[in-house]
């Protein structure tokens, strides 16, 4: 998958920010996400002549990076031809099952996996007409996949008698009734709080049931599960089989007009289809997609002249290019005939003004949601172009390469948010007696669904969302000098210098939109309120086209050492300063709110008491996208997430190791080593910077926070949401910009974090047909909340502190443990055992291989603790549980049902942030422990020609390693695991002719 090609972690730099260098150029193109780029090429093994992979303090001529550089160059062909032929194949008939599946009765599904291809590659040679050799080569090779994967889902969804309003048998974890509240009986007490009455019997009378949410459930499936005790969570297991085929293709042609003259013309192109099963049968699945076509082109043309015995000029220009598409299962035939919501009883007027019909969004707490996820629709086809030239000279003592490195970045990515709406639905609706404080056996997120009664005290209740699909574009440029220097016969220098110049993006038509946190707001003056903060457009108030300027000042020097110290040993060192892409580069994310809006559905104002339903959730109108016609009040009343240029700055590492290496004999080395690694200037990707947070120190005024007031904004601001109302809650105008819900910085760069590690690595060389490596790693990784794209742990709990949350990195893997060893058993033709036997004898019994690959490691920190119901009233922070100190660890007792001690963690009270750190590591997710082992048979029938037969077990001791428990406190399955995070046990038998 383009998305993952580079997810990988490399001495603790960031998820996905290690370029991938194919034949000299890089293979990354700019996408929606800028600092984290998709891949245009992922050749096939057999057409792979070199790989490597560079993790620490790498030479100038590398960057925009920020973790290792993986370099990979292609085959070529040569005089004699020359080729390959292979057949891979799974089947569910040899493989294990999913644990999960396994426990609840479920047989495998069909699994199928038949992997083919092949390559060839020889001189160009047309008789009669053209003889290539010594002159001209080609090189081509195929791969292609037929996947029918298995995927296992547990799912929790309303039984018979929830589905009718019954409540009655409805349990939390502990065995108690989870009584049910009625919102619409919302009474303000004189006291203080509030008072609700109990459904008689916990049942919700059938007059009271919401026609849309009856219409709605029917897309359930019903349960086929009992789920855990008492709860009936994880009532819907289901295992299902999927096609996922893919084929890719390489040709290459090399060309020497003479002993000093080349040119080289490569093109790759793999068409991918990726699906999903679609387990609830409908349109509704929660499962994403239909069926997504993916197509990943990359290019090279690649001129190389000798200029003499001491010099060599390489120029190259290339392309990749990323297209797909993905439509939720509701959207019809590509977009075309999607879902109407007026079926479910919706009001016409949200069809009206879709940009795309679908199924809505239902997410409904402990239950599983209903329809696709925000941003499951998107539309892609971003291209780069990259142009480069080096030049190496040898002179004396010095080995001198410089050169630049020029790429154009242009992204077309059009990904829609909730077209026709987001519905949220939670306890809070139904809890009390008093909502504002309620106990906690009360309160069910399905039965406030079934009253139509959206959000809650904390909560918002959703939205539906306008917006236009970008052209962006950005340019980035390198100029770089690498000198290695062999001072002694002992002492190597290695010194260089990179120079990284990244443009801001532009969007085509200028519709990319920054804040300013101290610009005049120009509702001062309706107001009589000192108001601050305002949008500013491309192309005209921002001053320039480009989100921001360029940066000049981002120079990145490389100093290296090696020094041997006696004949068998050597000692490194390095350090260097690596820039990765910046976050203001080619993407979609500068929008902003005047081109990508959203209307919230105003269930309730105060928390607590209903004020529109799931029939009619926006009965004042639409805030439709305004462009630029508002200027500097853009979208007051609303939520700005957009670009404030002076937080954007380009991420970079400084990286350094010292390396003692060690060889033993002719074939055995060791080294240890010490590595470190420390990022600077890292944004906050998932969650943008608040800057309109109500300060800490207000949350002491507790209740009155959340008090209903006169708005002095009624009649100002018009567009709908709930500064356009008569009243406000009182915290929302003690904010630093009352005119809006939300100012948020995007991709703000104040993030940081630091890796140092121990590094011991012994290998043993193939000699006396045995290798064998072994590596260990003991590290520690500290971050801010900045730990890449996919995962939540970089939530913040209060942006006036964002160095509270300076905690053990949600990637953190203090040990890892990795050995491989391969066996060529000494029986057959010039073995020690049977070394005379005849040719057919040889073929039996001859030429076998044993390989194996061990991986253990400890597992992943906790993170992302949360309450269900939240009380934190904080306008703009987060929330998280209260930590007692009591042990959590459960030893032995252990098991996926109880991962860690629940009771050691509580809510927090209302108005504060909670005391849990951002990570926890008193007790951590699953380790790794895995084990693959193969057995390969060579043979050759004819001379010139060799066959090898292949077994391969993957997870040979089918030892599940199970995902993080579920974190949410509240939660039916808080403390449980659900899932399993690797593959159960597959074996692959395969077959390789090369000739």
């Given at each position: 998958?383009?998305?993952?090609?580079?997810?990988?972690?490399?001495?603790?730099?960031?998820?996905?920010?290690?370029?991938?260098?194919?034949?000299?150029?890089?293979?990354?193109?700019?996408?929606?996400?800028?600092?984290?780029?998709?891949?245009?090429?992922?050749?096939?093994?057999?057409?792979?002549?070199?790989?490597?992979?560079?993790?620490?303090?790498?030479?100038?001529?590398?960057?925009?990076?920020?973790?290792?550089?993986?370099?990979?160059?292609?085959?070529?062909?040569?005089?004699?031809?020359?080729?390959?032929?292979?057949?891979?194949?799974?089947?569910?008939?040899?493989?294990?099952?999913?644990?999960?599946?396994?426990?609840?009765?479920?047989?495998?599904?069909?699994?199928?996996?038949?992997?083919?291809?092949?390559?060839?590659?020889?001189?160009?040679?047309?008789?009669?007409?053209?003889?290539?050799?010594?002159?001209?080569?080609?090189?081509?090779?195929?791969?292609?996949?037929?996947?029918?994967?298995?995927?296992?889902?547990?799912?929790?969804?309303?039984?018979?008698?929830?589905?009718?309003?019954?409540?009655?048998?409805?349990?939390?974890?502990?065995?108690?009734?989870?009584?049910?509240?009625?919102?619409?009986?919302?009474?303000?007490?004189?006291?203080?709080?509030?008072?609700?009455?109990?459904?008689?019997?916990?049942?919700?009378?059938?007059?009271?049931?919401?026609?849309?949410?009856?219409?709605?459930?029917?897309?359930?499936?019903?349960?086929?599960?009992?789920?855990?005790?008492?709860?009936?969570?994880?009532?819907?297991?289901?295992?299902?089989?999927?096609?996922?085929?893919?084929?890719?293709?390489?040709?290459?042609?090399?060309?020497?007009?003479?002993?000093?003259?080349?040119?080289?013309?490569?093109?790759?192109?793999?068409?991918?289809?990726?699906?999903?099963?679609?387990?609830?049968?409908?349109?509704?699945?929660?499962?994403?997609?239909?069926?997504?076509?993916?197509?990943?082109?990359?290019?090279?043309?690649?001129?190389?002249?000798?200029?003499?015995?001491?010099?060599?000029?390489?120029?190259?220009?290339?392309?990749?290019?990323?297209?797909?598409?993905?439509?939720?299962?509701?959207?019809?035939?590509?977009?075309?005939?999607?879902?109407?919501?007026?079926?479910?009883?919706?009001?016409?007027?949200?069809?009206?003004?879709?940009?795309?019909?679908?199924?809505?969004?239902?997410?409904?707490?402990?239950?599983?949601?209903?329809?696709?996820?925000?941003?499951?629709?998107?539309?892609?086809?971003?291209?780069?172009?990259?142009?480069?030239?080096?030049?190496?000279?040898?002179?004396?003592?010095?080995?001198?390469?410089?050169?630049?490195?020029?790429?154009?970045?242009?992204?077309?990515?059009?990904?829609?948010?909730?077209?026709?709406?987001?519905?949220?639905?939670?306890?809070?609706?139904?809890?009390?007696?008093?909502?504002?404080?309620?106990?906690?056996?009360?309160?069910?997120?399905?039965?406030?669904?079934?009253?139509?009664?959206?959000?809650?005290?904390?909560?918002?209740?959703?939205?539906?969302?306008?917006?236009?699909?970008?052209?962006?574009?950005?340019?980035?440029?390198?100029?770089?000098?690498?000198?290695?220097?062999?001072?002694?016969?002992?002492?190597?220098?290695?010194?260089?210098?990179?120079?990284?110049?990244?443009?801001?993006?532009?969007?085509?038509?200028?519709?990319?939109?920054?804040?300013?946190?101290?610009?005049?707001?120009?509702?001062?003056?309706?107001?009589?309120?000192?108001?601050?903060?305002?949008?500013?457009?491309?192309?005209?108030?921002?001053?320039?086209?480009?989100?921001?300027d360029t940066a000049l000042n981002e120079f990145g020097p490389r100093i290296g050492v090696a020094y041997q110290l006696t004949p068998s040993t050597v000692l490194r060192s390095a350090y260097g300063i690596y820039y990765m892409a910046a976050p203001y580069g080619a993407s979609r994310h500068y929008l902003g709110e005047a081109f990508s809006s959203q209307t919230p559905w105003l269930a309730t104002l105060d928390g607590v008491t209903p004020l529109n339903t799931l029939s009619n959730p926006f009965p004042n109108g639409f805030n439709l996208f305004p462009g630029t016609s508002q200027g500097l009040a853009t979208q007051a009343g609303a939520t700005l997430n957009d670009a404030?240029?002076?937080?954007?700055?380009?991420?970079?590492?400084?990286?350094?190791?010292?390396?003692?290496?060690?060889?033993?004999?002719?074939?055995?080395?060791?080294?240890?080593?010490?590595?470190?690694?420390?990022?600077?200037?890292?944004?906050?990707?998932?969650?943008?910077?608040?800057?309109?947070?109500?300060?800490?120190?207000?949350?002491?005024?507790?209740?009155?926070?959340?008090?209903?007031?006169?708005?002095?904004?009624?009649?100002?601001?018009?567009?709908?949401?709930?500064?356009?109302?008569?009243?406000?809650?009182?915290?929302?105008?003690?904010?630093?910009?009352?005119?809006?819900?939300?100012?948020?910085?995007?991709?703000?760069?104040?993030?940081?974090?630091?890796?140092?590690?121990?590094?011991?690595?012994?290998?043993?060389?193939?000699?006396?047909?045995?290798?064998?490596?072994?590596?260990?790693?003991?590290?520690?990784?500290?971050?801010?909340?900045?730990?890449?794209?996919?995962?939540?742990?970089?939530?913040?709990?209060?942006?006036?502190?964002?160095?509270?949350?300076?905690?053990?990195?949600?990637?953190?893997?203090?040990?890892?443990?990795?050995?491989?060893?391969?066996?060529?058993?000494?029986?057959?033709?010039?073995?020690?055992?049977?070394?005379?036997?005849?040719?057919?004898?040889?073929?039996?019994?001859?030429?076998?291989?044993?390989?194996?690959?061990?991986?253990?490691?400890?597992?992943?920190?906790?993170?992302?603790?949360?309450?269900?119901?939240?009380?934190?009233?904080?306008?703009?922070?987060?929330?998280?549980?209260?930590?007692?100190?009591?042990?959590?660890?459960?030893?032995?007792?252990?098991?996926?049902?109880?991962?860690?001690?629940?009771?050691?963690?509580?809510?927090?009270?209302?108005?504060?942030?909670?005391?849990?750190?951002?990570?926890?590591?008193?007790?951590?997710?699953?380790?790794?422990?895995?084990?693959?082992?193969?057995?390969?048979?060579?043979?050759?029938?004819?001379?010139?020609?060799?066959?090898?037969?292949?077994?391969?077990?993957?997870?040979?001791?089918?030892?599940?390693?199970?995902?993080?428990?579920?974190?949410?406190?509240?939660?039916?399955?808080?403390?449980?695991?659900?899932?399993?995070?690797?593959?159960?046990?597959?074996?692959?038998?395969?077959?390789?002719?090369?000739?």
């Amino acid at each position: 998958d383009t998305f993952y090609g580079n997810h990988f972690i490399v001495n603790g730099s960031q998820e996905g920010t290690s370029d991938m260098i194919l034949d000299g150029v890089s293979a990354e193109v700019n996408h929606n996400i800028p600092t984290i780029p998709a891949i245009s090429a992922i050749p096939s093994v057999e057409g792979i002549q070199e790989f490597r992979i560079l993790t620490n303090s790498y030479p100038a001529e590398y960057g925009r990076s920020g973790g290792g550089v993986v370099i990979m160059v292609t085959k070529s062909g040569t005089n004699d031809p020359h080729g390959s032929a292979f057949e891979f194949l799974r089947n569910s008939f040899f493989d294990a099952n999913n644990f999960f599946a396994n426990r609840s009765g479920i047989p495998l599904a069909s699994f199928k996996r038949n992997q083919f291809g092949g390559s060839l590659g020889g001189p160009v040679f047309v008789p009669k007409l053209y003889d290539g050799r010594n002159k001209t080569f080609f090189f081509f090779d195929y791969e292609g996949t037929r996947l029918y994967a298995a995927q296992f889902a547990t799912d929790t969804v309303p039984t018979a008698l929830q589905r009718r309003g019954d409540f009655s048998q409805t349990l939390n974890s502990s065995g108690q009734l989870m009584a049910i509240y009625n919102p619409f009986s919302t009474v303000a007490n004189p006291g203080g709080g509030y008072s609700r009455a109990v459904f008689a019997g916990n049942v919700i009378p059938a007059n009271m049931l919401n026609p849309v949410a009856m219409n709605m459930e029917k897309y359930y499936p019903l349960p086929n599960s009992p789920g855990l005790r008492f709860t009936g969570s994880g009532n819907f297991v289901v295992q299902s089989a999927y096609p996922q085929p893919e084929d890719r293709l390489e040709a290459k042609i090399d060309h020497y007009f003479n002993g000093n003259n080349r040119i080289m013309g490569r093109y790759d192109i793999m068409n991918s289809i990726y699906s999903k099963p679609n387990f609830f049968n409908n349109v509704a699945d929660p499962g994403c997609c239909e069926p997504m076509n993916q197509r990943l082109q990359s290019g090279i043309l690649e001129y190389t002249h000798i200029m003499g015995p001491s010099k060599v000029l390489s120029i190259r220009g290339g392309f990749g290019r990323v297209a797909a598409n993905r439509y939720p299962w509701s959207a019809g035939n590509h977009g075309v005939g999607g879902f109407d919501p007026t079926q479910l009883g919706l009001p016409a007027s949200i069809a009206a003004v879709a940009n795309q019909l679908q199924f809505p969004n239902v997410t409904i707490q402990d239950m599983t949601q209903l329809g696709p996820n925000g941003g499951d629709l998107y539309l892609m086809g971003d291209t780069t172009y990259t142009a480069d030239a080096s030049m190496s000279w040898v002179i004396g003592r010095h080995s001198v390469k410089f050169g630049v490195d020029s790429r154009i970045n242009l992204v077309n990515f059009g990904q829609l948010d909730q077209p026709v709406g987001t519905y949220q639905f939670y306890r809070s609706m139904t809890q009390g007696p008093n909502p504002a404080s309620p106990i906690a056996s009360s309160g069910i997120g399905f039965a406030s669904f079934l009253l139509g009664t959206g959000g809650g005290i904390t909560q918002t209740a959703g939205y539906v969302s306008d917006q236009v699909n970008p052209a962006n574009a950005n340019r980035y440029t390198g100029l770089y000098v690498q000198d290695d220097f062999k001072a002694t016969t002992k002492l190597t220098l290695n010194v260089g210098l990179r120079w990284d110049l990244e443009s801001g993006t532009t969007e085509r038509y200028n519709r990319e939109v920054a804040i300013d946190p101290y610009v005049a707001n120009p509702l001062s003056q309706a107001t009589g309120m000192n108001l601050r903060g305002g949008t500013l457009f491309a192309g005209s108030s921002l001053g320039r086209r480009s989100i921001r300027d360029t940066a000049l000042n981002e120079f990145g020097p490389r100093i290296g050492v090696a020094y041997q110290l006696t004949p068998s040993t050597v000692l490194r060192s390095a350090y260097g300063i690596y820039y990765m892409a910046a976050p203001y580069g080619a993407s979609r994310h500068y929008l902003g709110e005047a081109f990508s809006s959203q209307t919230p559905w105003l269930a309730t104002l105060d928390g607590v008491t209903p004020l529109n339903t799931l029939s009619n959730p926006f009965p004042n109108g639409f805030n439709l996208f305004p462009g630029t016609s508002q200027g500097l009040a853009t979208q007051a009343g609303a939520t700005l997430n957009d670009a404030w240029p002076s937080s954007l700055k380009t991420p970079y590492n400084q990286q350094w190791n010292f390396t003692i290496q060690k060889q033993l004999g002719s074939s055995m080395v060791w080294e240890v080593a010490y590595a470190g690694n420390k990022a600077t200037h890292l944004p906050y990707f998932i969650q943008p910077a608040e800057l309109n947070q109500l300060s800490p120190s207000l949350l002491s005024l507790g209740s009155a926070l959340t008090q209903l007031v006169s708005n002095p904004f009624f009649g100002i601001i018009t567009i709908p949401g709930v500064l356009s109302q008569r009243t406000v809650q009182y915290g929302q105008l003690l904010r630093p910009y009352p005119q809006y819900t939300g100012f948020e910085a995007k991709n703000a760069a104040w993030g940081n974090s630091n890796y140092h590690a121990l590094q011991v690595r012994f290998e043993r060389r193939l000699t006396g047909g045995f290798a064998f490596m072994a590596s260990y790693t003991y590290s520690k990784t500290i971050s801010d909340a900045v730990d890449g794209l996919w995962n939540m742990s970089n939530i913040v709990r209060n942006w006036y502190c964002i160095e509270c949350d300076r905690s053990v990195s949600s990637y953190d893997q203090p040990q890892r443990f990795i050995v491989n060893a391969s066996y060529q058993l000494p029986i057959g033709r010039g073995k020690p055992f049977a070394a005379n036997t005849n040719r057919i004898v040889n073929a039996l019994i001859g030429n076998w291989q044993l390989n194996a690959i061990a991986t253990f490691s400890l597992g992943l920190p906790l993170y992302n603790f949360s309450e269900s119901t939240s009380t934190c009233f904080c306008f703009g922070g987060t929330q998280r549980p209260n930590y007692n100190g009591a042990k959590v660890s459960l030893g032995g007792s252990q098991s996926v049902y109880e991962w860690f001690n629940t009771a050691a963690f509580s809510a927090a009270a209302p108005f504060t942030f909670g005391n849990l750190d951002r990570t926890f590591t008193a007790v951590r997710a699953d380790g790794a422990h895995n084990l693959d082992f193969s057995v390969f048979k060579s043979f050759k029938p004819v001379e010139k020609m060799s066959v090898e037969f292949r077994a391969e077990a993957f997870n040979l001791t089918n030892t599940p390693i199970f995902s993080a428990p579920n974190t949410t406190l509240g939660s039916a399955n808080f403390g449980v695991v659900t899932a399993q995070e690797n593959t159960p046990r597959q074996i692959q038998l395969g077959l390789k002719v090369l000739f």
